[in-house]
Structure formats: C-alpha cells, structure tokens
T-cell receptor, first 109, second 116 residues
Framework: LAKTTQPISMDSYEGQEVNITCSHN???????ITWYQQFPSQGPRFIIQ???TKVTNEVASLFIPADRKSSTLSLPRVSLSDTAVYYC??????????FGSGTQLTVLP | EAGVAQSPRYKIIEKRQSVAFWCNPI?????LYWYQQILGQGPKLLIQ????????DSQLPKDRFSAERLKGVDSTLKIQPAKLEDSAVYLC??????????????FGPGTRLTVT
C-alpha cells in the first residue's frame, strides 16, 4: 500500500498562499496522487490529481518532484471558506484506496 | 447533474440490531464505493463495485457487513448485527472511470450511524 503522511494541522491567514506537503515514500509506478477536501458533515470533494511535475486547475496547484516520493498541494490566497480537512491519496490501477488522517487547515481572519 | 444520493442521513440503533443504507450514484458512473469514516479519521474503503461486480472487499467485515449492487446502479450496505464500534459516517462515492484508477470520486453526504 502507498501509505501517505501529512501534517495533522496547519494554520494560515486569509489571503496567504498555503502549501500542504504529503509524503508517499513507497509510491508505485502506476500510482497517481489525488487530493480531496472535506468540510464537516460532508463527503470529500476532489481538488486535483497528478502523476508528475506540476498540475494546475482553477482552485489549486499540485507539485510532484521527479522522485515522486512527496507532493505539495498549493492553495493560492486562501479564504475562511477554505478551512477544511485535506487528504492526500496515492493510488493506481492495482492499489487499494487508502486515505490517511488528513491535514486540518484553519484559515484565520 | 445530480450528485450521489444517500439515505438515511442519520440513524440511531441499539447494538445487535440491523441497519441498511442506500446509495444512488451519479447516472452513468460504473464504479461505486462504500467507505466507513470514524470520527477524526480518513475514510476507509469497505467495498468497491464495478457495475454489479465486486472489485475489492478486502476490508469489509464480512461476518456482519454485506453490500449489493444488483442492477449495476444503486447499492445497499447492511450491518447485521451492529456493534458499538460501527458508529461512524458511511460514505458512498461513484466514479466514471472503470477499474481501479486513476479516477475522480464523487462522494455523497454520508449516513451518520450511532450505535448505542
């Protein structure tokens, strides 16, 4: 299993850029890295997915170095509504789907 | 596009009773997942279906949990008999991509189960 390790919690202020790093030392060749966001009393919501280098969409960027043993989710100019738990997931065509404990991001005014 | 529907949203039962949860995935999504999320933890996959076949049920406690997806659309997860440690949120998700990834999963709101 491609186990992931993330910080338990992070604090930030509105308008700042937030970077959450995920470690996945035993990631497999076929594994993709996917990030989800979860608000209280809701199911997780897909944010972004990548395999290597950099991926950017309208809400976030994902940076994956060449060795793929870690990845960084970057949220530009966070707002109070970005307060949530963020999960990093490494999985692929033959791997069990495993969510870690996630990172609780708290955005302060 | 309608999202993943789940019912009920909340359920309180006594230990040793039975309970069933229902999930209707997004139309056209071949893959359906059931997760258990205990408070303070990430979701744990219980079972994954592709159409009406089981892809992965390695973490499903089969002595008390069962799930079916008879027509390849909606699905039911059952617990019989329930234990105190089954108290959790049960999440259903679906994805368009068949097989086991890469994929984007769409989650329902979940069913919060309390076993007393």
């Amino acid at each position: 299993l491609a186990k992931t390790t993330q910080p338990i919690s992070m604090d930030s202020y509105e308008g700042q850029e937030v970077n959450i790093t995920c470690s996945h030392n035993n990631i497999a060749t076929n594994d993709y890295i996917t990030w989800y966001q979860q608000f209280p009393s809701q199911g997780p919501r897909f944010i972004i997915q990548g395999y290597k280098t950099k991926v950017t969409n309208e809400v976030a960027s994902l940076f994956i170095p060449a060795d793929r043993k870690s990845s960084t989710l970057s949220l530009p100019r966070v707002s109070l509504s970005d307060t949530a738990v963020y999960y990093c997931l490494a999985s692929g065509s033959a791997r069990q789907l495993t969510f870690g404990s996630g990172t609780q991001l708290t955005v302060l005014p | 596009e309608a999202g993943v529907a789940q019912s009920p949203r909340y359920k309180i039962i006594e230990k040793r009773q039975s309970v069933a949860f229902w999930c209707n995935p997004i139309s056209g999504h071949a893959t359906l997942y059931w997760y258990q999320q205990i408070l303070g933890q990430g979701p744990k996959l219980l079972i994954q279906f592709q159409n009406n076949g089981v892809v992965d049920d390695s973490q499903l406690p089969k002595d008390r949990f069962s799930a079916e997806r008879l027509k390849g659309v909606d699905s039911t997860l059952k617990i019989q008999p329930a234990k105190l440690e089954d108290s959790a949120v049960y999440l259903c998700a679906s994805s368009l991509v068949t097989g086991r990834g890469p994929y984007e999963q769409y989650f329902g709101p979940g069913t919060r189960l309390t076993v007393t």
